[in-house]
């Protein structure tokens, strides 16, 4: 079965520091996609990043990135010199490629970023 | 462009009505997912309609339902609302075959 896992409910920090949001995976699948994506209090899902099982390269985006460790099922986001408006709740989630569709969400991490 | 776009943004129902929730797809995305996220959950999946015809139902009663217009715009009915059903729905849309989905602002509906 696939389950994605965001043990971290909440967390707290101050702006301009550094925060890892976890998250983790299970799939018997070797081929599947791993997802982030945010929710600002707007309720809107915005898409961040898409990663596939074959390619473990951690990857930057400006003050975002991400770390894909296969060999521990971790598909990890890091925010560089939070800011405020980083302030959402942020899902990561995973996709197996079978006919049905389904994106397997975690229970999605609520990041506060304090002035 | 413009994003997914959901309406209404508010509804309020009484328990035992219907709801109905549309949906219009970014312009060229064929297929339409809805979501169900009630407060302080995460996303539960309810419907993927695809080229007009519900490809997978997640695991709900039949009272939702569903179906996707010749143009792909969606509809999400709720029958027989029940007090648990509020929840912001979610609606988001992709092309076939695109890995990632585009969501809209959602449908607030809050069932008294």
């Known amino acids: 079965a696939q389950k994605v896992t965001q043990a971290q409910t909440e967390i707290s920090v101050v702006e301009k520091e550094d925060v890892t949001l976890d998250c983790v995976y299970e799939t018997r699948d070797t081929t599947y996609y791993l997802f982030w994506y945010k929710q600002p209090p707007s309720g809107e899902l915005v898409f961040l990043i898409r990663r596939n099982s074959f390619d473990e390269q951690n990857e930057i985006s400006g003050r975002y990135s991400w770390n894909f460790q296969k060999s521990t099922s971790s598909f990890n986001f890091t925010i560089t010199a939070s800011q405020v408006v980083d302030s959402a709740v942020y899902f990561c989630a995973l996709r197996i490629m079978d006919s049905n569709y389904q994106l397997i969400w975690g229970a999605g991490t609520k990041l506060i970023i304090k002035p | 462009e413009a994003g997914v776009t959901q309406s209404p943004t508010h509804l309020i129902k009484t328990r035992g009505q219907q709801a109905t929730l549309r949906c219009s797809p970014i312009?060229?995305?064929?297929?339409v997912y809805w979501y169900q996220q009630a407060l302080g959950l995460g996303l539960q999946f309810l419907l993927w309609y695809d080229e007009g015809e519900e490809r997978n139902r997640g695991n709900f009663p039949p009272r939702f339902s569903g179906r996707q217009f010749p143009n792909y715009s969606s509809e999400l009915n709720v029958n027989a609302l029940e007090l648990e059903d509020s929840a912001l729905y979610l609606c988001?849309?992709?092309?076939?075959?695109?890995?990632?989905?585009?969501f809209g602002q959602g449908t607030r509906l809050t069932v008294v």
């Open positions: 312009s060229g995305h064929t297929s």
């Open positions: 988001a849309s992709s092309t076939n075959g695109q890995l990632e989905a585009f």
